[in-house]
């Protein structure tokens, strides 16, 4: 076995996690009691990836500090076309400048909290820090191009969200995966298996694909994508998702 496998471990992960800074989570979704669940799960590695926001990637970072759970920061955009991309990065400094991004995409709106849900901002804790106004819950101005292309300029990895469902995905509002967009991965919900999920849709053939939660309440985790590979990070995951050197992905739906 050379050094490079050697070094190499499997860990389960779950790639596609809200807070409640995603109007549409539940209020238990804060940082200790998904740190919490993470461990009681097995999982090694989660990303957090609330609605076009990054500002809740720090304090669940900090509660996961010295629990055997790495964090990898992340969002999940909505684009012009209403296609959800998760786009993930290893740090929140990376996040908040893609925030920024989005941001200054979005309408000039603000957040109907009784309509669509309210958007904490907490602490490692859980504890309140401040309600984010803006209107999250929607899309921004920002091309699917644009988006995988902007985050791969970060230093990140844009990845087609829950793709199997009849509703703000690549496949339910394009019919198709434009060619060369240069997508990390394919995200299936783990509602039908991979096999079931290229019968349906034979243009995912080729892609790596990955299962993840989506999150919205604690009981939603879950660990269905095995990773094997040298750490938890962007570079990793990439080479994982092409079977470079021993990495590899595992997907038990």
């Not at 720090?58 to 909505?78: D, F, K, P, T």
């Not at 989005?102 to 109907?112: D, I, Q, T």
Request: hydrophobic fraction near 45%.
């Amino acid at each position: 076995m050379s050094p490079v496998t050697a070094a190499l471990r499997p860990m389960w992960a779950d790639l596609h996690i809200h807070t409640v800074l995603s109007a549409c989570a539940e209020v238990e979704m804060i940082p200790p009691l998904i740190v919490r669940r993470a461990r009681e799960l097995g999982l090694g590695v989660i990303a957090i990836t609330d609605h076009n926001t990054a500002e809740n990637v720090q304090a669940v970072g900090e509660a996961a500090a010295g629990s055997g759970v790495s964090v990898l920061a992340g969002m999940e955009v909505q684009t012009r076309e209403e296609i959800h991309v998760i786009c993930l990065f290893d740090t929140a400094e990376q996040a908040l400048a893609w925030q920024e991004v989005v941001y200054a995409h979005l309408p000039p709106l603000k957040n109907r909290a009784e309509v669509f849900g309210a958007q904490f901002v907490v602490d490692r804790l859980g504890d309140f820090v401040r309600e984010n106004e803006r209107l999250l819950l929607t899309s921004t101005a920002l091309g699917i191009e644009q988006v995988v292309e902007g985050v791969r300029a970060l230093g990140g990895l844009p990845i087609a969200a829950h793709a199997d469902r009849p509703s703000y995905s690549i496949l339910a509002n394009l019919g198709f995966i434009p060619p060369g967009l240069a997508l990390a991965a394919v995200e299936l919900s783990g509602r039908i298996s991979p096999e079931e999920a290229l019968q349906r849709h034979p243009s995912l053939a080729g892609w790596p694909l990955l299962i993840s939660g989506d999150a919205h309440r604690l009981s939603e985790m879950r660990a269905a994508t095995l990773i094997t590979w040298a750490e938890p990070s962007v570079r990793e995951l990439e080479r994982a998702l092409h079977g470079q050197e021993g990495r590899r992905i595992k997907l038990l739906p």
